[in-house]
């Protein structure tokens, strides 16, 4: 039975709260390792270009030519996509939670998300995430990324969802700062159990936690 509440929308980013970061330093450092590439090198290149690859101005064939193979490498570019793809894992209690509160309270499920085009859709498909994500206001796809306020605008218009009906799950403070500013109603995500008690204070106690 669906509960009535407040809130109409979950808005959620991917990256440190559904799934772990697709592509972020760590990853780099691990690929750098790996692959036997010089990280500093890599890791100078990765940032010039970084902005614009994950506004989907950049395909993922063309940052790789600029970070990686602007030199001669002994692995492929398949080789090395290969390994960025490897490294999303997901986090299940959050997978099962947000699709389970979407049930439970008949919420409209939105991802708000920096993330590049080609890792996006793979992350997209592997885990399933459209199973329960209504929309997907991926930097990618609207060309705008957090910080800036214009993608959360874009995610209530394009939800048509006013701000006050809104609850988000962001693993980053100053984003989550941002969406506070514009009246949405934002959790700081740390870890499963503490984002569980911060949706029961607001009304949206998950019946299925143990």
């Known amino acids: 039975m669906i509960k009535t509440n407040a809130f109409t929308h979950l808005f959620l980013d991917v990256g440190g709260v559904l799934l772990t970061n697709g592509w972020d330093h760590h990853a780099r450092k691990r690929a750098a390792k790996h692959f036997k590439i010089n990280y500093a090198d890599m890791n100078e290149r990765h940032q010039l270009v970084f902005e614009i690859y994950e ?20 692995f492929t570019r398949a080789q090395f996509q290969r390994f960025m793809f490897e490294q999303s894992k997901p986090f299940f209690d ?10 439970q309270y008949g919420l409209k499920v939105i991802v708000v998300s920096n993330e590049a085009r080609e890792l996006n859709a793979h992350r997209i498909q592997k885990f399933k995430l459209d199973s329960f994500v209504d929309c997907f206001i991926s930097s990618c796809f609207v060309h705008v990324r957090k910080p800036e306020e214009e993608i959360f605008r874009l995610a209530l218009d394009i ?18 700062e941002i969406a506070e500013s514009l009246g949405i109603r934002s959790i700081l ?22």
Do not use: C, W
């Open 159 to 176: 939800s048509q969802a006013e701000a006050h009906q809104v609850v988000y799950i962001e693993n980053t403070p100053m984003f989550v």
């Open 94 to 103: 959050m997978l099962r939670l947000s699709a389970q509160l979407k049930l």
């Open 55 to 74: 506004k989907g101005k950049l395909s993922l064939k063309e940052y790789l030519n600029l970070a990686v193979f602007y030199q001669k490498r002994s």
């Open 189 to 210: 995500h740390t870890d499963y159990r503490s984002t569980l008690k911060k949706l029961a204070s607001l009304g949206l106690d998950h019946q299925g936690h143990s």
